[in-house]
Nanobody, 116 residues
């Protein structure tokens, strides 16, 4: 069973930066879309950023200009650089990988807490 392993979460002061990483536990062949979601306390999970195999990215308006997604399709890895963090960015962040438009894998989540 493929697992996505996330790292890089933690506690940071407002205005600080964190870099989240996500990697698959084994080699996966196929076209992959890598995404980062987050779920703030008491709220629904929401899409934060996406990168497709061509390198095209999408970033939610709430984090545009502050967050950057990057990925390595061959290495089954993705990263989320988060700068100028705000208390409202506090959430559990999840990595998601979709392979061939069919198979979906989720990471276990990593906590990001931004203090004011």
């Amino acid at each position: 069973q493929v697992q996505l392993v996330e790292s890089g979460g933690g506690l940071v002061q407002a205005g600080g930066s964190l870099r989240l990483s996500c990697a698959a536990s084994e080699t996966i062949f196929g076209i992959k879309v890598m995404e980062w979601y987050r779920q703030p306390p008491g709220k629904q999970r929401e899409l934060v950023a996406r990168i497709n195999p061509a390198g095209t990215t999408y970033v939610a308006n709430s984090v545009k200009g502050r967050f950057t997604i990057s990925g390595d399709n061959a290495k089954n890895a993705a990263h989320l650089q988060m700068d100028s963090l705000k208390p409202e960015d506090t959430a559990v962040y999840y990595c998601r990988m979709t392979v061939g438009g069919i198979h979906i894998y989720w990471g276990q989540g990593t906590q990001v807490t931004v203090s004011s």
